[in-house]
């Protein structure tokens, strides 16, 4: 679709129809079809009738015009400078200048101009080459760092050009950055261009500003979505300059803010909480606001663990300790193994050391670089502390567990949890209430345990005289298919019922999420600031107190008066205290195994620091590796200056993914995109969203139900129904690595899952529909030539797909003697003793799944695993020591049909508990 028919289409009067997801998609769009437009221009003859082209070029110039507003390359000047040459006929010039910006836009060239070209503008021939002939800076092309500064001022086009040329004037060779300027009248302005422009990485509001843009197209009116109503509202004021600090802080933590302001010190002083780096008053210094501007981003360049072993790889070091591979000894001096050094280069063994000094630290007890860089990484995370763990988040998760809960304590967590902390569990002796994630049957998926669930769970603990040793809240945010909670919103309530509860998100895939704005407020530590903030609040207090006073008329012991309408916490009473476990190496920039671990406690300095480091030294290796650190360390320098523009690029190729998919009849018929309602049910949806993209409107923007829904879904796990084409999930994932080298790691019985990232590429994306495209015509081919009996099959195929699915089974319960207070009917349950009694192979026995279990139970006893019983797919434990195994569970275990299950001895069947052994308990 042209950008002129999107537009036309979108102003239709029957329907509005969006045909982009982000506005950097139609500003690309837009340059390449005015290269096309010009190019065709410049080529026709004296006798063609170009009136048509000529007018479609014009209103394309209008449309860039008003976009180029918001970038200094190629800018609002270089298109009036494209307007001049086409009014006054300079159309092979026109062109040619036309194709060059496009070129550099689509390859980023522009990020590479040498500093001389930024300062004068752009010089080129009619045949639209540069001056010296070269296409992205030749001999002359930079190397340092490119960015963005946005200046905020009502100024008028001259005085623009003056603010540019005098901060321009300040750059010296020895910096180690390079940056042009870009001006906002206006605070919608303001707010559209950081959100539009991701190169913006400072901000210099100066003065006093209006509030209302006069832009008027809607692809970039939708960038105000994301902000709330009322902080628009609030910035209608005669100087908003300190609001709108904190809405551009909000909307992109990392950006640098300065303020040039000629108000009187006092009314500045002590009110901007430390929004901005630094405050310029009156007399204007351009040299000082340049090395201020520099010193913030080189603040965030800086990756001090990196730079250290760099520097410690390059030192003449001799080794009289560990490590024989350390400088690449042993391989170099190899007949037998150099080519493992052919294939990694040296780079890797000079920086393979166990020091700890020289310049590095140690990462159990750090006081230099490694120190600097952890503070860094909560910085970026918004976290009060941060740590980097070098062995998986499997690691982090047992760090968290142990360090917070002691033996007895009570933990409320989802029963579809990643099996390692089943085992934290094991290993804290803490007692788990295992909740279930609403199901999704259809699909052999799990959902999110639904915030009522979670309150029910509360109030049968409180009713039992339990909460007090409740210690815990553990939940998967967002879960491996994309499911994402609202963290403030299950938090808020559950502080409600529980001030001090602890709430751990493991957010293994979820670590991408803190750099743009929908997603970080469903993230722990984003939650957990608003919380804070919010329990501060003077407002809130006075809320609260209305709200309490309305509760109290109800009956209390009405389990509705709890569970059917939004509880509110006490401020006085209600303590935040948010964990976050992250999986850097799976969405971000780090070598695998590479991951974090976030705090935003108020007691962790009181409560659980000393048996955190505890923890911390209980499960980290004394010889951590330091490749994975220094890939932390430079993957977090990575998401400050760039993490903004890398996850919105990858939701936009996703979002691509998802039109194309949609678009396509053959593809929908074999390949059907599940959609939002496909995954979250309505009653979590209060935003009514259905899905991102319909052939019928178009995309549909996902503010809204990121910011009310009970559960979202995340655009970039691209969820996939094959059932049509009677292939399960796990011989199609198969059949893409084999055949095509496309690899892909979820799935269930009738669906995969294609997973994007900050990595994946458009290139990837069309070969992935490519590939998906010929399957669907092989398919569609072979039906075609069927016989009757092939047909048959085939259809019988799809209905085992389709339509004869094990249902999800439910976690059942502990058995009494692993319970550790059956009398009073709660359900937690004492994962230790049954896990360690299973050490004792005369306690257990096997009993085949084919019936023998079955026989037992229509005897009368309670069959009791011994042992995790984890299934590929789902992915989770079905079964956990000490649990009972239901009539459900062995239904589903008899009718899968997967050749994964940990746990499970094809040869001796299921590893249970003696009925004897149980009873002498």
């Known amino acids: 679709m042209s950008l002129l028919s999107a537009q036309a289409r979108a102003a239709s009067p029957e329907k509005a129809f969006r045909a982009y997801y982000d506005a950097s998609l139609f500003r690309a769009d837009a340059w390449n079809q005015l290269k096309l437009e010009t190019t065709r221009l410049a080529r026709a003859s004296a006798d063609d009738n170009t009136e048509e082209l000529r007018e479609t070029i014009d209103r394309t110039l209008g449309v860039l015009e008003k976009v180029e507003r918001y970038w200094a390359f190629p800018g609002h000047k270089t298109c009036s400078e494209l307007r001049r040459a086409f009014d006054r006929g300079f159309m092979a010039a026109l062109a040619g200048r036309t194709t060059r910006i496009a070129r550099l836009l689509e390859s980023d060239g522009y990020r590479r101009r040498a500093v001389s070209e930024i300062v004068r503008e752009i010089e080129e021939t009619e045949t639209g080459t540069r001056a010296d002939g070269s296409e992205d800076g030749g001999a002359n092309a930079e190397t340092r760092p490119y960015f963005e500064v946005l200046v905020i001022d009502n100024i008028s086009r001259n005085e623009e ?39 913006i990485q400072s901000c210099v509001l100066r003065y006093s500003f209006p509030k209302r843009s006069s832009m008027d197209l809607p692809e970039l009116r939708r960038y105000l979505d994301l902000v709330d109503d009322d902080v628009l509202e609030a910035l209608d004021q005669p100087d908003p300059s300190l609001l709108l600090g904190a809405a551009l802080k909000d909307l992109r933590p990392e950006l640098d803010l300065f303020i040039v302001t000629d108000d009187r010190i006092e009314n500045i002083a002590g009110r901007t909480n430390g929004i901005f780096r630094r405050v310029f008053y009156r007399q204007e210094d351009y ?30 070091t001799g080794v009289f300790h560990a490590l024989p591979i350390s400088r690449g000894k042993s391989i170099w001096k190899s007949h037998w193994i150099r ?24 990462l159990l007890q750090p006081t230099g670089p490694l120190k600097s860089a952890q503070e860094k990484l909560a910085r970026a995370y918004g976290a009060k502390h941060s740590y980097f763990v070098t062995n998986g988040t499997s690691t982090a998760n ?51 345990v639904s915030l009522r669930t979670i309150k029910h769970r509360l109030l049968e603990l409180k009713a039992a005289g339990k909460l007090d040793k409740v210690r815990m809240l553990l939940l998967t945010n967002c879960t491996f298919d994309g499911i994402v909670y609202h963290p403030e919103m299950v938090m808020r309530e559950v502080l409600a019922i529980k001030p001090d509860m602890i709430f751990v998100w493991d957010e293994a895939w979820y670590a991408f999420a803190r750099f743009v704005p929908t997603y970080r407020r469903r993230s722990g530590m ?39 309408r939004r509880l509110l916490p006490d401020p006085a009473r209600a303590r935040v205290r948010v964990y976050a476990t992250q999986s850097t190496h799976k969405t971000l920039t780090s070598l695998r195994q590479g991951s974090a671990i976030h705090v935003y406690d108020q007691d962790f300095a009181r409560q659980a620091h000393d048996a955190f480091e505890e923890a911390y030294m209980t499960h ?38 998802r039109e194309r998919i949609e678009e396509q009849p053959l593809l929908r018929k074999y390949f059907r995109l599940l959609r939002v309602k496909d995954l979250v049910p309505a009653e979590y949806r209060s935003s009514g969203l259905e899905q991102y993209y319909s052939k019928e409107s178009g995309f549909l923007g996902m503010s809204a139900s990121w910011r009310e829904d009970e559960f979202a879904l995340d655009p970039l796990r691209v969820t996939v129904h094959v059932g049509a084409t009677g292939i399960e999930g796990d011989a199609v994932r198969k059949m893409l690595i084999e055949r095509f080298d496309i690899q892909i790691n979820k799935t269930s019985r009738n669906t995969v899952l294609f997973m994007l990232n900050i990595g994946s590429s458009r290139g990837a994306i069309a070969y992935l529909l490519e590939v998906l495209m010929q399957i669907a015509c092989e398919i569609e081919e072979d039906v075609e030539e069927h016989s009757p ?4 099959i085939f ?18 319960h502990f058995h009494p003697k692993f319970r550790p207070d059956p009398a009073s009917g709660t359900p937690e349950g004492d994962l230790r003793k049954a896990f360690f009694l299973a050490y004792d192979s005369n306690a257990c026995e096997y009993l085949h799944t084919d019936g023998s279990i079955a026989k037992a139970m229509a005897d009368g006893q309670e069959v009791v695993s011994a042992s995790f019983v984890t299934p590929y797919p789902p992915g989770y434990p079905i079964l956990v020591p000490g649990q009972v195994i239901s009539e459900q569970i062995l239904a589903y275990l008899k009718a899968l049909d997967v050749k994964e299950i940990h746990g499970y001895n094809p040869t001796f069947g299921l590893r249970v508990f003696r009925q004897d052994v149980i009873d002498n308990l």
């Not at 750059?171 to 950081?194: G, K």
């Not at 040299?287 to 003449?316: C, N, V, W």
């Not at 360090?403 to 804290?428: F, M």
């Not at 977090?636 to 903004?644: C, I, N, S």
């Open 161 to 199: 050009d003056e603010v540019r040329e005098s901060l321009l004037a300040m750059r010296r060779d020895e910096d180690e950055f390079i940056y042009d300027v870009v001006v906002a009248p206006t605070c919608e302005d303001a707010l559209i261009a950081v959100l539009f422009n991701h190169n």
């Open 287 to 316: 040299l000082e606001l340049h090395l201020s501007i520099l010193k913030g981003i080189d603040d965030r360049f800086d990756a001090p663990f990196f730079t250290a072993l760099t520097e410690y790889a390059k030192k003449p």
């Open 339 to 362: 080519d493992m050094g052919d294939f990694y280069g040296p780079n890797i063994f000079m920086a393979e050391t166990s020091s700890t000094t020289g310049g590095l630290d140690s």
């Open 398 to 448: 047992k760090i968290v567990m142990q360090a917070l809960c002691r033996p007895g304590d009570i933990v409320l967590v989802s029963h579809d949890c990643h099996k390692s902390h089943h085992y934290a569990l094991v290993l804290a002796g803490a007692f788990p209430v295992y909740m279930d994630a609403y199901p999704l049957q259809e699909y052999s998926i799990s959902g999110g």
């Open 526 to 564: 984003e939650a957990a600031e608003t919380l804070r903030d919010e329990l501060r609040d003077p407002e809130y207090c006075a809320r609260y107190e209305a709200w309490k006073k309305e509760f109290d008329q109800l009956d209390p012991d009405d389990p509705a008066t709890w569970l059917d």
């Open 620 to 657: 980290t290796s004394t010889s951590p590796n330091y490749q994975i650190l220094a890939s932390l360390d430079v993957g977090r320098r990575q998401v400050e200056l760039e993490g903004y523009e890398l996850v919105k690029k990858s939701v936009e190729l996703a979002m691509t993914l």
């Open 789 to 792: 009996m092939e047909q048959s």
């Open 795 to 812: 259809e019988g195929s799809v209905e085992l797909l389709t339509e004869r699915l094990p249902p999800l089974p439910e976690f059942s």
